[in-house]
């Protein structure tokens, strides 16, 4: 049980911290979070992992409403939603995330309006469980493309479902695709959390935890 004294310093370092995050955080940065230990975290970590060794395997764009910092992203298991930032960065296990924030370059204010007008337009719509760019539903970085795509941030590149260092298929992404019925999407274009963090069009500014 926590006593008052617990209270109020559980109370007062929550406080300090989201301080932090709104002095940090600006509209329209992109927030990635770091693989936990689920089969399809390290799937997608594995398989797309770049030459500066960022180990993302979720992303969002940020947005300051009524002073307080919130998160537009799209999740398995729940689509497109909006999330208080603290939602998003509690981990559904005993894990702790990895959490990074990047700025946009050379953008303007009213393209960063545009794209969370588009993020709220599109809350709601299905997770892409099967990563393919025309299914229906928006997987997490294709949901941040689409925010973008007039504006020409991030580029497509063909997916690549296979080990680097086997060029053979990691047993998460066989599982997924069996369960769906459906071929591995290999070499089809597509963008993973990873190559977007490494665009030229993006500034770190944070780690957040």
């Known amino acids: 049980m926590f006593?008052?004294?617990s209270l109020f310093l559980w109370a007062f370092v929550t406080l300090v911290m989201s301080c932090n995050q709104k002095s940090i955080i600006k509209n329209g940065d992109i927030i990635f979070r770091g693989a936990h230990s689920s089969e399809l975290s390290e799937a997608i970590n594995e398989v797309t992992q770049t030459k500066q060794s960022t180990n993302y395997t979720h992303m969002g764009i940020c947005a300051i409403e009524d002073d307080e910092v919130v998160v537009y992203h799209s999740d398995l298991g729940k689509g497109v939603?909006?999330?208080s930032i603290k939602a998003f960065l509690?981990?559904?296990d005993?894990?702790?995330y990895k959490t990074d924030v990047y700025r946009i370059s050379n953008i303007t204010s009213s393209q960063i309006d545009?794209?969370?007008q588009h993020a709220k337009d599109l809350l709601g719509n299905p997770y892409n469980t099967t990563y393919i760019f025309e299914d229906e539903g928006y997987y997490c970085s294709e949901y941040i493309y689409e925010l973008f795509k007039e504006d020409s941030i991030f580029q497509l590149e063909p997916m690549t479902f296979k080990n680097p260092e086997t060029n053979s298929f990691h047993k998460g992404w066989i599982s997924?695709?069996?369960a769906l019925g459906i071929?591995?999407?290999e070499?089809?274009?597509g963008c993973n959390p990873n190559g977007m963090a490494n665009s030229d069009n993006l500034v770190f500014i944070s780690h957040l935890q």
Do not use: C, F, W
Request: net charge positive; glycine share 4%; hydrophobic share 25%.
């Open 94 to 96: 005993d894990n702790t």
């Open 90 to 92: 509690l981990s559904k």
């Open 114 to 116: 545009k794209a969370i």
């Open 81 to 83: 939603v909006r999330e």
């Open 183 to 185: 071929e591995i999407p």
């Open 187 to 189: 070499g089809k274009l």
């Open 3 to 5: 006593n008052k004294k």
């Open 176 to 178: 997924h695709y069996e």
